[in-house]
C-alpha cells in the first residue's frame, strides 16, 4: 500500500530492485500518465483507449520513458526487466522493436552516470551489446533442466555470458523436491541466479516451504552463491575487459572431440572451477545421483570433499542431494566472503579457498561501483613447492576496500598439515587444513606458510567407501561381503576386480568405483 516506503526499505537494507513490464500492452487508463500520454499522442482519454506502444516513433520515445518510467524511478525502483514477447512486427520496416527496447532502456538507465542495467529477452545475435538476458519462461521437469547447463554454457559461443534462466522452473511439469534442490544448485553456477515462478500459490520457491531434508540444500545453495561475489565480481570484470564469458563449455579448456560428446552439461565457471550439475534423479537404495563429465588434463580437487581426480578423461561422478561436483584445478584459487557476511559492500572479511598440486595466481577485482570506478586488485599467489600462500598487498585506491580485513584460509588437497605461526585445524574428511590468519593490513598484505612438507593427501578410498556403504540401503551381507574383500586388497586393480564381482547393480558399483577411479595408486 505505501510503495515509497516499500522501497525505501528494501534500499536501506541494500537491496536493489527491478520491476517486469510488458510495454507491448500500451499505457492503459488505470495508469498515472494515461492523460499526459494520451494528449501527447491524440488519444481520446474519455474513451480510456490505450495509447498504442511504438517505440520505431521518436516522438513515443520520450515520454514513454520521462511520464512512466522516471516517476518510478524516483520512488526506488533501480532498473527495468524489460519483458517483449510480441515478436519482430514494428512501424519501421527491419526494426525489431525488442533491440530498439533494450537499447533506449539500457542508455536511459545510465543517465545519471551510473553503471547501467536492464534484464531483457535474446534479440537475435549480438543483442548481448545490453541485457543480461534471460530464457523466458522454463517449464519444471528435469528434462528441462538438463537442457539449462547445454544452453547457457553454449551462450558464451556468440558472446552472451551475461544469461538467466528460471532457477527451480517456471510453470506447467510437476512439483519435485528433488528436482528443485538440484535447479538451486544450477543457479549457485549460473552467471545469474534468478528463481522466478508463475503467480501460484503452489509454484512456490521459498526454502522454509520444503521438507526437513532440501530446505538446508536451498538455503545453504543461496549462501554459497552470496559467498561467492567476490569470484564472481573478479570474473565478470575479465568478461567486461577481456571478452571472456563467466560460464563457458570445456572444450574452451580441453578443444577435442572427446570433450564435447562427453560434458555437454559441464562447464568451467570463470578460470579456477569446472561444474559438472546434477540433472538426473538419484538411485533410491544408493542415494547418489549421477553425472558423466570429461575431465580437461592435470588434477582436480573437489571443493567439497576434497577427493582427487585425474583429468585427461571421461568420468562418471556420483553425489549425494546436499552437493554436486564442483572442481578446482591443482593450484586454483577461489575468494570468498565470510560464512556470515551478507552485506553488499565490499567485505570486511574473505576467506581464500587454495588447492594444492601446482603453483596457481589470482588477482583479486574490486571497485566502488561507479560508472568510472576506482579500482583495487589484490594478488594471491600459491607456491605448491614451498607450500605457501601471499596475500598481496593491495593494488589501486585504497580507499576503495577496507584498510584492514580478516582472512580465513583453506588449504585443499592437503595431508595432515599446520601453519608456521599461525592457528589452524585439519579436516580429514575434507582433506582440507583452514588457517586463521586474523586481521591483515591490505596495504601490506600477508604471508600463509605450511609447516613441514605438508603432503599432497590421499584420497582415502577405504575410508570413503566405508562411509558410503553405511549409508546405502542395500542388502547387509552384500554390504559385509563387498568391505571385506575391499579391504583384504592392496591394490588398485584388486580392488576393481572385486568391485566387478560383488557389485552387480551400476548404482552400487559406480559410486565406488568413482572413489578407486578417481585417481589411483596403480602397483606394477
Request: with cysteine.
Amino acid at each position: 500500500p505505501d510503495p515509497e516506503r516499500f522501497l525505501a526499505d528494501l534500499r536501506r537494507r541494500g537491496l536493489a530492485v527491478t520491476l517486469n513490464i510488458h510495454p507491448a500492452a500500451g499505457i492503459r487508463g488505470h495508469e498515472a500518465s494515461y492523460a499526459r500520454i494520451a494528449a501527447l499522442r491524440g488519444v481520446d482519454t474519455a474513451s480510456e483507449e490505450a495509447v498504442v506502444f511504438d517505440i520505431g516513433d521518436p516522438d513515443f520515445i520520450a515520454p514513454y520513458l520521462e511520464e512512466i518510467h522516471h516517476p518510478l524511478e524516483e520512488q526506488g525502483v533501480d532498473f527495468w526487466w524489460i519483458d517483449w514477447q510480441q515478436g519482430q512486427a514494428s512501424t519501421v520496416p527491419g526494426l525489431d522493436p525488442l533491440w530498439a527496447l533494450n537499447h533506449f532502456h539500457y542508455l536511459d538507465n545510465g543517465r545519471t552516470g551510473r553503471r547501467p542495467l536492464i534484464l531483457s529477452r535474446y534479440a537475435g545475435p549480438g543483442s548481448h551489446r545490453y541485457p543480461l538476458g534471460f530464457s523466458g519462461d522454463t517449464i519444471t521437469t528435469w528434462e528441462s533442466l538438463a537442457f539449462q547447463p547445454y544452453f547457457t554454457a553454449t551462450a558464451a559461443n556468440i558472446g552472451y555470458g551475461w544469461w538467466s534462466h528460471d532457477i527451480g522452473g517456471h510453470l506447467w511439469g510437476y512439483r519435485d523436491e528433488e528436482l528443485t534442490a538440484r535447479w538451486f544448485q544450477l543457479g549457485v553456477f549460473s552467471p545469474i541466479n534468478r528463481l522466478h515462478s508463475t503467480n501460484s500459490k503452489f509454484a512456490t520457491k521459498e526454502p522454509w516451504m520444503f521438507d526437513r531434508l532440501i530446505e538446508p540444500v536451498l538455503a545453504e545453495s543461496l549462501r554459497l552463491r552470496h559467498r561467492l561475489v567476490p569470484y564472481l565480481y573478479t570474473m565478470n570484470e575479465r568478461a567486461h575487459s577481456l571478452g571472456e564469458p563467466l560460464v563457458r563449455p570445456l572444450y574452451y579448456a580441453d578443444p577435442r572431440w572427446e570433450t564435447f560428446l562427453a560434458a555437454k552439461t559441464s562447464f568451467l565457471f570463470g578460470t579456477e572451477l569446472l561444474v559438472a550439475p546434477i540433472t538426473s534423479q538419484r538411485d533410491l537404495h544408493t542415494k547418489h545421483a549421477s553425472v558423466e563429465t570429461w575431465l580437461p588434463p592435470g588434477q582436480w580437487v573437489d571443493l567439497f570433499t576434497g577427493l582427487r581426480y585425474d583429468g585427461g578423461r571421461k568420468i562418471r561422478l556420483h553425489r549425494t542431494i546436499d552437493t554436486i561436483p564442483v572442481l578446482l584445478r591443482a593450484g586454483g584459487i577461489v575468494p570468498l566472503t565470510a560464512p556470515d557476511a551478507l552485506g553488499v559492500g565490499n567485505p570486511e572479511a574473505l576467506e581464500i579457498v587454495v588447492c594444492t598440486g601446482a603453483d596457481g595466481h589470482f588477482d583479486l577485482y574490486e571497485d566502488d561501483d561507479a560508472r568510472r570506478p576506482r579500482v583495487v586488485r589484490t594478488p594471491l599467489t600459491w607456491s605448491d613447492a614451498d607450500r605457501t600462500l601471499t596475500i598481496g598487498p593491495a593494488e589501486g585506491d585504497a580507499g576503495v576496500v577496507p584498510a584492514t580485513r580478516r582472512y580465513t584460509v583453506r588449504i585443499i588437497g592437503v595431508g595432515p598439515a599446520t601453519a608456521e605461526g599461525l592457528a589452524s585445524g585439519y579436516d580429514a574428511a575434507t582433506s582440507s587444513l583452514t588457517v586463521d590468519v586474523g586481521d591483515v593490513a591490505t596495504a601490506s598484505g600477508a604471508v600463509v606458510r605450511l609447516a613441514g612438507a605438508a603432503p599432497t593427501a590421499s584420497n582415502r578410498e577405504l575410508e570413503r567407501i566405508e562411509a558410503f556403504l553405511l549409508r546405502a540401503d542395500i542388502d547387509v551381507q552384500v554390504k559385509e561381503g563387498l568391505w571385506d574383500a575391499l579391504a583384504a586388497e592392496p591394490s588398485f586393480e584388486r580392488r576393481m576386480m572385486v568391485l566387478e564381482g560383488f557389485a552387480p547393480e551400476p548404482a552400487l558399483r559406480g559410486v565406488i568405483a568413482e572413489i578407486l577411479l578417481a585417481s589411483p595408486e596403480r602397483t606394477d
